[in-house]
Every structure is written in structure tokens, then in C-alpha cells.
């Protein structure tokens, strides 16, 4: 399995080590602050296609080198000017625990996060993103990646034909009570709302592939089901994606880059300790409206 040719094509210009079985492979070779010809550029996407996340270690790219790279992926999506990386260009946001004056200067500063697929209460969530380590604590914080095309593969067969054509309200604050649940549908409509309806299977629009797009961080409910029903089977779900044999865990190294696929992949992060700095610089790519 940790075989440096698994998934290596026969001319290929970088070695490629999987990282588990069902997700995940460290790119051996590449620098990402040297421009990329199209052709290398191919072979990284292809492979990122293939095993959904992709870890680049010992990469020291400054900011501007990191949007570089981003933007090889489509279009960026702009982060909040209230963060200081959107000072320095409009995609970029630090995750981190760092304060100035005593305020976080970035986001999701601290504590443990339940799986989620990153924005996906918007109609046209990410279809990817990606992080660069600048400070990592000496334990905890480990990023975990979940590939959502395997937690689908491995579902009954009669489970997966009741999910068929279904949708799954994704929000923005979950845990709102039964009594919201209409007027959450309602205001999905609008493609600014914090709360969207997206099918609960989607099909990756570059791979064809069926990935299971619900989360226990912020889906809801399922649509047009009785609420006690639409728990049950969500709590299910959820168990069942979040299973080790579809997970990749990933423990930072300072100069380690990952960039996931936001559309057939879930994360999570680990809790870790406030006394120790945490900075990862992230850069972000629209995506596509999930069908
Ligand atoms: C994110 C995110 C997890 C982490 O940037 O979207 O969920 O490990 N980060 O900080
Ligand atoms: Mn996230």
C-alpha cells in the first residue's frame, strides 16, 4: 500500500504515495513555488481526481505563490476583509489561534470540528480547498479527511435507491429547532441564504463518481420527510461516513500543503491545545452547484 508507484502513471514527473486505501496521496517531487507547465499541472490534477486530497510536504510558498497554485484550480473564492490574510489578497484567510491586541486576527481559531464539507449551506459550495502549515502545535489539531465516494460505494444497495433524487437542508447554525425547518426551506432559494437544499448523493461533475453529501456539522434535515424519520436515518449516516476505513488523518508538519476536493470529501479537525500556536493559510476555490 505505501508502494511509491500505486498510482503513479508510467511517465509521471512526481512519485505518488497513497496514504490509505480509500483516500489521500503524498506528491513526492514537486516544488509548488516554481510555475507549473500544463502538462505538470495535468498529472497533479488527475491524480487529486483520483485519490480526493492530496499532501504536498516541505513546501515553502509565501502567499502570493500559494494563490498562484489555488488559482490553477478555477476561480478563488474571497474570504472576509475582517480577517488580516484578506489584507494581503481576497482569498486568503489564516486558520488560526494567533491574536493581536487580544482579538483572533483569523478563523475557526479553536477546538475540535465535527465532519463537514466547507460551505456547502451555500448553492455553489467549494470545490476545493486548501491549507499550508506555519505553525502547528507539537500535538493535536489533526486535519481528518473522509472520502465521501467510498462512505456511498459501501451503502445497502436499498439504502442508496431511498436516497435516490433526495435533498438534505445544509445550514450554517445547526441545531435549530423542528419548528424552522420550513421556513430554512424556504429561504434556501435564495443563493445568498446561510441554508441550502442539495441532494444527499451528488454526482462529481469531473469523475462521474456518486459522492454521499450530507454532514453531521451542519445538515439539518431531509426534505419532505417526518422529522423523527429524517434523524434517524441522518444520524445513520453519519455514523456510517464518518467509519475509519474511509479516513485519512493527517498530523502537520510547519511547510506541509493539502488541498482536498470539497465535493466528494468531508474533514474534520482533532481537538488541540490553546497554549500553542496554530496558523494555517488557507486559499479556496467556487465551485459548482451540487446535482
Ligand atoms: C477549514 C477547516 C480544519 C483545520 O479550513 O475549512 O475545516 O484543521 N480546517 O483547521
Ligand atoms: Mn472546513
Known amino acids: 500500500m505505501n508502494d511509491v508507484q500505486t498510482v503513479q502513471p508510467a511517465q509521471s514527473r ?5 496514504l490509505t486505501p480509500a483516500i489521500g496521496a503524498e506528491a513526492i517531487g514537486v516544488d509548488l513555488a516554481a510555475p507549473l507547465d500544463d502538462a505538470l499541472f495535468g498529472e497533479i490534477q488527475r491524480a487529486w481526481h483520483e485519490r480526493c486530497g492530496l499532501v504536498f510536504r516541505r513546501q515553502w510558498l509565501d502567499d502570493l505563490q500559494q ?27 489564516y486558520v488560526t489561534n494567533e491574536k493581536k491586541d487580544g482579538k483572533y486576527v483569523g478563523a475557526l481559531p479553536d477546538g475540535e470540528m465535527f465532519f463537514h464539507s466547507d460551505m456547502c449551506y451555500l448553492e ?42 433526495r435533498l438534505a437542508v445544509n445550514s450554517y447554525e445547526p ?45 439539518e434535515c431531509i426534505v419532505g420527510m417526518p422529522r423523527a424519520e429524517s434523524d434517524a ?3 445513520w449516516l453519519f455514523d456510517h461516513q464518518e467509519q475509519p476505513q474511509f479516513q485519512y488523518e493527517h498530523r502537520w508538519e510547519v511547510g506541509d500543503l493539502v488541498i482536498w476536493d470539497n465535493r466528494c470529501t ?26
Open 124 to 165: 455553489r459550495p467549494l470545490s476545493a480547498a486548501m491549507l499550508f502549515a506555519i505553525a502547528v502545535p507539537p500535538d493535536g489539531g489533526n486535519t481528518l479527511f473522509a472520502s465521501m465516494y467510498a462512505a456511498y460505494d459501501a451503502l445497502p444497495p436499498e439504502l442508496k435507491h431511498r436516497l435516490e433524487g
Open 266 to 291: 468531508l474533514h474534520a479537525r482533532r481537538d488541540f491545545p490553546a497554549t500553542h500556536l496554530r496558523k494555517l493559510r488557507r486559499v479556496a476555490v467556487k465551485g459548482e452547484r451540487p446535482v
Open 175 to 219: 441545531g435549530y429547532g423542528t419548528s424552522n425547518v420550513q421556513m430554512r426551506i424556504k429561504a434556501s432559494s435564495s443563493p445568498t441564504a446561510h441554508s441550502f437544499a442539495h441532494p444527499i448523493v451528488r454526482t462529481h461533475p469531473a469523475t462521474g463518481r456518486k459522492a454521499l453529501y450530507v454532514n453531521r456539522l451542519m445538515t
Open 14 to 18: 512526481f512519485g505518488l504515495r497513497r
Open 233 to 235: 436515518l441522518l444520524l
Open 67 to 93: 494563490v498562484a497554485f489555488a488559482e490553477r484550480f478555477g476561480e478563488l473564492a474571497s474570504t472576509l476583509k475582517a480577517y488580516e490574510g484578506g489584507k494581503i489578497h481576497p482569498a486568503l484567510m
